[in-house]
Nanobody, 123 residues
């Protein structure tokens, strides 16, 4: 059974930073692309970032390019999302996702999801 557990969310002021982590179990971690997707109240889930199985390739949503960095440690079975220069519009629940593909920026390619961690950015 695949389990993805996010951590690191919280309340931060605009301009601040946070680092999210997602620990994976129940899957061959290095065989899966990993991604982050967020959902703000009343809005659809929005692609944030993805990283390939090997970590060599990354995708970012236009709204976070230059501010967020996705990385992974296959030995620790963990994926990270470093967020800097946070804005109030980054406020959302952030979900970690795993997909049995090399890499993708399509939410539908990610078949396993975590429970999410709340990120709130105050102005």
């Amino acid at each position: 059974q695949v389990q993805l557990v996010e951590s690191g969310g919280g309340l931060v002021q605009a301009g601040g930073s946070l680092r999210l982590s997602c620990a994976a179990s129940g899957l061959t971690f290095s065989a899966y692309a990993m991604g982050w997707v967020r959902q703000a109240p009343g809005r659809e889930r929005e692609f944030v970032a993805a990283i390939s199985r090997t970590g060599y390739s990354t995708y970012y949503g236009d709204c976070v390019k230059g501010r967020f960095t996705i990385s992974r440690d296959n030995a620790k079975r963990t994926v990270y999302l470093q967020m800097i220069s946070l804005k109030p519009e980054d406020t959302a629940v952030y979900y970690c996702a795993a997909g049995n593909v090399y890499i993708s920026n399509r939410k539908t390619d990610f078949g396993s999801w975590g429970q999410g961690t709340q990120v709130t950015v105050s102005s």
